[in-house]
């Protein structure tokens, strides 16, 4: 199975960006589709971002659709989203996702979670 590892979160001011990574270990990244979900204090996980295993398709929520940009290196088992024009109903856990399957914006179709990185925008 794979494991996966966040980093990148932190503190940010509205309309700062922050590019957060999910490095994957101990399968090839490339068997996997990959996303991104969100989950603030007392709300449901939030799908925000899926890239195929290839990274030539990209599927966005329109929550963050212009604003988040996902993207992968196969080569360095990296999964990345960029966040701009970033506001304070932004703050959340974020995680990255794996899937034997394919794309979706559930989180039940994925089967692999890493711990998240918490992502705090101030006003």
């Known amino acids: 199975q794979v494991q996966l590892l966040e980093s990148g979160g932190g503190l940010v001011q509205a309309g700062g960006s922050l590019r957060l990574s999910c490095v994957a270990s101990g399968r090839t990244l490339s068997r996997y589709v990959m996303a991104w979900f969100r989950q603030a204090p007392g709300k449901e996980r939030e799908f925000l971002a899926a890239i195929n295993r290839g990274g030539g398709s990209t599927y966005y929520s329109e929550s963050v659709k212009g604003r988040f940009t996902i993207s992968r290196d196969n080569g360095k088992y990296t999964v990345y989203l960029q966040l701009n024009s970033l506001k304070p109903e932004d703050t959340a856990v974020y995680y990255c996702?794996?899937?034997?399957?394919?794309?979706?914006?559930?989180?039940?179709?994925?089967?692999?979670w890493g711990q998240g990185t918490q992502v705090t925008v101030s006003s």
């Open positions: 996702a794996a899937s034997n399957g394919y794309y979706s914006d559930t989180s039940a179709s994925y089967n692999y």
